[in-house]
């Protein structure tokens, strides 16, 4: 079952260190959304075009990508901008797509 957030930006934190994002779409199992159902801000969909949604960084704030970023495992330092960061997931993002495509052609 697909899960998202309901929200334009931002982030829902429920602990264990685990977040939903604005804008992505994220796979549960159903005994996971009988524990999730319960937050205001998730919603079940099953929107297909949401299954891989493009990711827009520019929306959050930086703390938010800080935090992003470190679950990613990018170092953030102290003089990294805004555009420093988003570029540096970015380029993560783009590295697990080519990652994917490239184990589906040697299937």
């Known amino acids: ?6 929200h334009a930006t931002g982030a829902l934190h429920i602990g264990g260190g685990r977040f939903f994002y604005a804008g992505e779409t ?16 998730l ?3 099953d929107d297909a075009t949401l299954e891989n949604p493009q ?21 953030i330092t102290a003089s990294m901008k805004k555009a420093d ?12 797509h080519v990652e994917a495509r490239e184990g589906k052609a040697a299937e």
């Open 43 to 45: 919603e079940e969909t």
């Open 55 to 75: 990711i827009v960084l520019d929306k959050y704030t930086v703390d938010e990508l800080k935090v992003m970023a470190k679950e990613a495992g990018i170092e």
């Open 85 to 96: 960061i988003v570029a540096a997931l970015e380029a993560i993002e783009v590295n697990a």
């Open 1 to 6: 079952m697909k899960v998202k957030y309901k």
């Open 26 to 41: 994220y796979t549960v199992t159903d005994e996971e959304w009988e524990q999730l159902q319960w937050y205001e801000d």
